[in-house]
């Protein structure tokens, strides 16, 4: 497998979508940077424009696009761009005040855009939008320009991108394989540098798999991250927001625009959340991976997970099958009467406005009851709490994208059995409440994309991304970019019964701290262990000679747990700062020096843990 970031001009003219250069950059970060050093926005988002219109013209580029932003609409937002510019004393004060300046972006047509029609992928079910998604809203005042609307998987069911009466996106690198679903024309358009970024939508992998067929990232928010407040249903309870983008750090600095609460949306639940996953982090991985057809995909997965080890991650190898029943919920269960929810007047006025595999599909909750519904919750409760220790034992997941890259000859063979096989991996995600990001790994043998997925608990997108980055590696230019909101965290290094499986380490836990790392003090410490506490504790104190490194955990805990964690630390103890054998300090535990008196020295063993084992030893 070859692991070179795909270049972003080449896939256009390889999909036959226009010329390959588009003016400038075709990254957020690159545009922005063009705009800092003085390139003209206007003809540079004029361009742009230009380019998407001729793209709608040729064969492989028109069923991209269900709608292009017209000559009034477009030039309102030029209008808007020369007003913002020339209202701020200098380039870099209009980039401060709008992170998104001129950037042109696409919308997947199932999002409403004020003055523009609303289709979903069916014409019958067309409407003219009386305001804007609040996310196109928040787009939109921080600068960017929508370019169109994109095509679809019919109301947002599938996973494929060939349930459309516009026609059938393919990918970009092969004219025979399909782009992937639901979100196929924002995909595309992004691998195309139609754009520099695109909205899709994503329930069940819709905002991933399109990404993994096209050599793109693809950021999943934890469900109720960024408001779908203005976008059409699918299944309304788990629906997400997508981004498509080049890089890690494009897609990131979109989500810092996008994400926050919303009162418009009932299901928002902004939260942020851990800003890294450890240094060395254990990533679960299926025991079993699946895989299907031709692409190559199985001997390109072995090289994603050496490069996950080189990156310094730990594999863990998990059983799915927890993980397979939740996403079995998704179709096989009532959830598919949320879409239901959404189609009802239409499929009993009209159902032949429907592509017959979606109306298959929906039609299947037609004879689910409430008891259905409940008996299914229950169920996903249950999982869920099956699934709670999950995330003690990794830190993350790591899966492949999609199962397999299907030509558009064997999605027409099996409409529902070639869909299913494309969710394996992403299904259960949103059900579950966890966050996703979808990146590149290479190519197959076959030549054709390999993707992965990093999965999270919710709210750790920040922190998937961050790893992501290192994935894939600094982006040009990507320094310049914002991230998405983090919690406040404060870094506490343990050494004794606070450390991961001894008895106090559920002080921690359960406060949603997070294990850093483990490493050691520098050389100028010394250990006991202090008479008469329950559990047994150790003491530490820093000397001026005749210290040691003694082993430690470092720890992030939410600045909000921190009094309540202080309040549960008996006297002696106490928190203090330490030298660590970096040279960096960290707030951890220390010891009063009266303490310390006739307690036994116990620093030869190096650590806590080694001298407990030894207790064990000895009682034995």
């Known amino acids: 497998m070859h692991r070179d970031r795909p270049t972003i001009q080449s896939p256009a003219a390889a999909a036959g979508l226009g010329p390959a250069d588009l003016s400038g950059p075709a990254s957020v970060a690159s545009w922005l940077t063009a705009l800092a050093q003085g390139e003209d926005p206007v003809a540079r988002a004029d361009a742009a424009r230009v380019r998407a219109l001729a793209s709608a013209q040729t064969e492989r580029g028109r069923p991209v696009w269900i709608h292009l932003c017209d000559d009034i609409a477009w030039q309102r937002q030029i209008d808007l761009l020369v007003e913002r510019v020339q209202a701020c ?106 754009v520099a970024f695109a909205l899709g939508t994503d329930t ?56 926050g609460p919303d009162p418009r949306d009932a299901y928002s639940a902004f939260q942020p959340g851990v800003a890294t996953l450890p240094e060395r982090p254990r990533l679960g991985i299926p025991k079993r991976p699946v895989f299907h057809g031709d692409a190559g995909y199985a001997t390109a997965w072995p090289d994603a997970l050496q490069r996950a080890r080189d990156l310094g991650a730990e594999l863990v190898e998990l059983d799915f099958a927890p993980l397979f029943e939740v996403a079995a919920l998704l179709y ?98 949103n059900l579950l409440g966890w966050s996703a990001l979808a990146v590149p790994a290479g190519f197959t043998d076959r030549g054709l994309p390999f993707g992965v997925t990093l999965i999270g608990p919710g709210n750790a997108d920040a922190a998937l991304a961050r790893f992501g980055q290192r994935w894939m590696g600094p982006a040009a230019d990507g320094e310049t970019l914002r991230w998405p909101a983090v919690r406040s965290e404060i870094a506490i290094a343990v050494v004794g019964a606070h450390l991961s499986g001894l008895p106090l380490n559920s002080q921690l836990t359960e406060r949603g701290a997070r294990l850093l790392r483990s490493t050691r003090t520098a050389p100028c410490y010394r250990l006991y262990a202090l008479p008469g506490t329950t559990p047994p504790k150790p003491g530490m ?80």
């Open 541 to 620: 104190q820093r000397v001026s000679e005749g210290g040691a490194s003694i082993e430690l955990e470092v720890w992030a805990l939410p600045q909000a747990e921190v009094g309540s964690f202080l309040a549960l630390i008996p006297a002696p103890l106490g928190l203090g700062s330490l030298l660590l054998e970096d040279g960096t300090t960290v707030h951890g535990f220390v010891c009063e020096a009266h303490a310390l008196q006739g307690a036994q020295d116990i620093t030869g063993f190096g650590g806590w843990r080694a001298y407990m084992k030894s207790v064990v030893r000895a009682a034995s």
């Open 204 to 259: 069940a992998g819709s905002g991933r798999v399109p990404a993994g067929l096209n050599a793109l990232v693809g950021l999943k928010p934890t469900p109720g991250r960024v408001s779908t407040a203005g976008v059409l249903p699918a299944c309304r309870s788990v629906d997400c927001v997508s981004v498509f983008a080049h890089t890690v750090e494009d897609a990131a600095h979109v989500l810092s625009v996008l994400e």
């Open 89 to 194: 004393a200098t380039r870099a004060e209009a980039l401060r005040r709008y992170p998104l300046l001129g950037v042109p972006f696409a919308v997947k047509d199932n999002m409403d855009i004020a003055g523009a029609p609303t289709t979903a992928g069916c014409p019958a079910f067309e409407h003219e939008a009386t305001a804007d998604a609040t996310v196109v809203q928040r787009l939109l005042d921080a600068g960017a320009l929508w370019v169109g609307k994109t095509n679809l998987d019919q109301f947002a069911t599938g996973l494929v991108g060939t349930r459309s009466p516009y026609g059938q996106p393919a990918s970009v690198l092969d004219a025979q394989r399909i782009s992937g679903g639901s979100s196929s024309g924002s995909a595309v358009a992004v691998a195309s540098g139609l």
């Open 332 to 429: 096989d269960g009532p959830w598919v009467a949320e879409r239901h929810a959404v189609l009802q007047a239409l499929m009993e006025r009209d159902p032949q406005a429907l592509d017959p595999t979606v109306l298959k599909v929906v039609s299947k909750a037609v004879g689910m009851s409430a008891t259905d519904a409940f008996r299914a919750q229950y169920k996903l409760r249950e999982l869920q709490a099956a699934l709670a220790g999950l995330w003690q034992q990794v830190d993350a997941l790591l899966v492949p994208t999609t199962t397999g890259h299907p030509t558009f000859d064997e999605i027409d063979a099996d409409p529902v059995g070639a869909n299913a096989r494309m969710g394996v991996y992403t299904n259960f995600v």
